[in-house]
């Protein structure tokens, strides 16, 4: 297998497959040479991922997919995000709304959706899948049972949130065995969460939405105040759609519809086709401030438009359309930033991606949304609820209100984008806001200036806003960036703050790149715990 360095990319002849830990990637890899296709080693990574990186995904969160047939020959979209409970109404959050709070981030208030990653790896196995739910569950399952060892992002991930941690006995028990934050590199076990895999693997989907996991979770919630009910579970269902387009530069552009925010990714680059990056040169003033605001005035109509389209429609034919994008390019000062709100988003998410030797293509991702979610255990089932609900809003007028049955505004934007029909690229990181920030840095680089995706994943990189649940509209940068176009960018207005060098705030991104002579090559984030395996 090749492996890759900071600058150097893994190159695989057949197959590609890049997570953010080495252990799924392995994982998916394993697949392959078992004669699955790249849709099995996609949900092998998947379900690796829910059990190696447990701060940042896990069977209680949700998935977007964007899924390449080669003997379909187009891109296809599958959303496994869940509704809110049918008892998740505004009234039962009157204190808060009478007080101008929130919804809770935190705790079983904050569990106000039904988990969508069981159902997407049914749906994605029973369409284009070759091996079985038990076939692709065996690494994870072996993981949780038996143990694996705790990463650096892990650890640090579980320092940093200790004292939401002990806010439930249940999840501190599992996630601070003895009381304390796990070091690098010693056992870890999950034998709750195992062992519900292994339910799931023997009875299928039916046992987490109908059976024997659905009810231990909602039993747990029913005694705890909880707004999620067997019903809820039991009615949920992802769907297969089709993705919105968009091109750059002679590439075709896909990204998954409302409720995600991916149609941002595509507008912004839409916009910044009006400029010559490459007469800006990479790496220069010119080159980040373009970015940074073609993607502040993609957030202003996001945060108007974006909620469960079933509830609101997004006006998406004139946001991708190649004229407003003509708007948005001459809203742009070249030398001054403008001064864009956005709102507070999640964290913890984690992308993959898979090529396999026939050319069928995953590009996914999955998320909790805080770290650890909501930090509900639910039950014995060792599974962590997310809290992507807690994301809804408490006003009436929002556009994005709380209302039941409804998918909230989701940040997860798996990208793919393509040449002559076919995959050309797959790329995605974690960091809510940060994500159609660091895919528009990917894509640029790749397309304008001709790097491979190792390259383009390693260099520097920043994040605006309000990332990370953080109230602010500070725009960071690493402080491996030009001195001179750090000091220019904050002459401009941007308020800067500059992080350390491979800093994990400024997301965990990865990325394949389909070669002309069909090699495929790929970049893991030097930021993570990640690899890229393909041979």
């Known amino acids: ?42 949900v092998a990574v998947s379900a690796c ?130 009381g304390s934050v796990p070091t690098v590199g010693s056992r870890f076990k999950q034998r709750q969460l195992g062992e519900s895999l292994r339910l799931l693997a023997a009875k299928g989907r039916d046992a987490f939405y109908k059976g024997e996991i659905a009810k231990a979770i909602t039993d747990d919630l029913a005694e705890r105040g909880g707004l999620l009910t067997l019903n809820d579970f039991a009615d949920h269902a992802g769907f297969w759609a089709e993705p919105i387009r968009g091109s750059y530069r002679g590439v075709d552009l896909y990204q998954v519809p409302p409720n995600s925010q991916g149609f941002t990714g595509i507008m912004a680059l839409q916009a910044l086709e009006r400029f010559d990056l490459q007469a800006a040169g990479h790496g220069t003033f010119d080159y980040y401030h373009l970015m940074i605001e073609a993607l502040k005035l993609s957030f202003l109509d996001r945060d108007r438009y974006l909620t469960d389209p079933a509830f609101s429609q997004v006006p998406l034919e004139r946001l991708l359309s190649k004229e407003y994008a003509a708007e948005l390019a001459g809203a742009i000062d070249p030398n001054r930033a403008l001064d864009a709100g956005t709102l507070p988003v999640g964290s913890d998410t984690a992308y993959a991606a898979v090529v396999d030797e026939d050319g069928n ?72 806001e940060g994500q159609p920030q660091t895919q528009t840095a990917l894509l640029t680089r790749m397309v304008d200036f001709g790097m491979n995706p190792q390259q383009a994943v390693s260099e520097p990189r920043w994040v605006w806003g309000r990332t990370w649940g953080e109230l602010t509209q500070e725009l960071k940068v690493e ?44 970049g893991t984030d030097p930021r993570c715990d990640g690899a890229a395996y393909g041979w």
């Open 361 to 432: 293509a995953v590009s996914f991702i999955q998320s909790l949304y805080f770290e650890f979610g909501s930090a509900v255990t639910a039950g014995e089932t060792g599974i962590l609820l997310q809290n992507r609900g807690s994301f809804f809003s408490l006003d009436p007028k929002h556009v994005n209100r709380l209302e039941p049955n409804k998918r909230t505004f989701h940040t997860l934007m798996p990208a793919m984008a393509c040449r002559d029909g076919r995959p050309y690229l797959l790329y995605g990181t974690q960091g809510g």
């Open 49 to 178: 991922l829910a059990v190696v990186y447990p701060h940042m995904t896990g069977l209680g969160g949700d998935a977007f997919w964007l899924t390449y047939c080669s003997g379909e020959g187009s891109v296809r979209a599958y959303n496994a995000s869940g509704r809110s409970g049918r008892l998740a109404t505004r009234d039962r959050f009157a204190a808060e709304a009478e007080s101008e709070a929130a919804i809770p981030r935190r705790g079983v208030r904050s569990a106000l959706t039904v988990p969508g990653m069981a159902d997407g790896w049914d749906a994605i196995l029973k369409q284009y899948g070759r091996l079985t739910l038990a076939d692709v569950l065996e690494p994870a399952i072996g993981y949780a049972l038996d143990g694996f060892p705790v990463s650096p992002d892990q650890h640090d991930n579980t320092a940093s949130r200790m004292d939401v941690l002990r806010t439930e006995p249940s999840t501190a028990a599992i996630y601070l065995p003895g």
């Open 479 to 522: 402080n491996r960036m030009l001195p001179e176009t750090i000091e220019r960018l904050a002459r401009a207005g941007h308020a800067v703050r500059t992080v350390g060098g491979y800093d994990g705030i400024v997301g965990h991104a990865h990325a394949i790149r389909m070669e002309e002579n069909g090699f495929r090559s790929g």
């Open 1 to 42: 297998m090749s492996g890759q360095s900071i600058h150097k990319p893994a190159i695989g002849a057949k197959t590609m497959v890049v997570s953010p830990h080495h252990l799924a990637s392995a994982a998916g890899a394993k697949m392959l040479q078992r004669g699955g296709n790249a849709f099995d080693a996609a």
